[in-house]
């Protein structure tokens, strides 16, 4: 059975940072793309990190490039999102998703693992 658990989030001031895990099971990262999502109060759902478990290959959604790092631990079958210089627009529940695909893809219907979020706040 594959599982995806998030954990990491928090409350943080603006400025501040955190590191979300993403512990996967049932599955191996090769040949999978690893992503973050996020959902905002009130707004769709947004891809903003992903990452290759074939070449470690990463793309990052243009409000979060230069703020967050995804990474990828093989032994440890864990994804982490560094989540630097946090603004309060950054606040939303973080979801870790995966799908057997050959390339990178933003298109969230792709992805066919989920894990159940962790909720982050960006707050003064």
């Known amino acids: 059975e594959v599982q995806l658990v998030e954990s990491g989030g928090g409350l943080v001031q603006p400025g501040g940072s955190l590191r979300l895990s993403c512990l996967a099971s049932g599955f191996t990262f090769d040949n999978h793309i690893i992503a973050w999502f996020r959902r905002a109060p009130g707004k769709e759902r947004e891809g903003v990190s992903f990452i290759s478990g074939s070449d470690g290959s990463t793309y990052y959604d243009f409000p979060v490039r230069g703020r967050f790092t995804i990474s990828s631990d093989h032994v440890k079958n864990t994804v982490y999102l560094q989540m630097n210089s946090l603004k309060p627009e950054d606040t939303a529940v973080y979801f870790c998703?995966?799908?057997?695909?050959?390339?990178?893809?933003?298109?969230?219907?792709?992805?066919?693992?989920w894990g159940q979020g962790t909720q982050v706040t960006v707050s003064s």
């Open positions: 998703a995966a799908a057997r695909l050959p390339y990178i893809s933003t298109a969230g219907a792709l992805y066919n693992y």
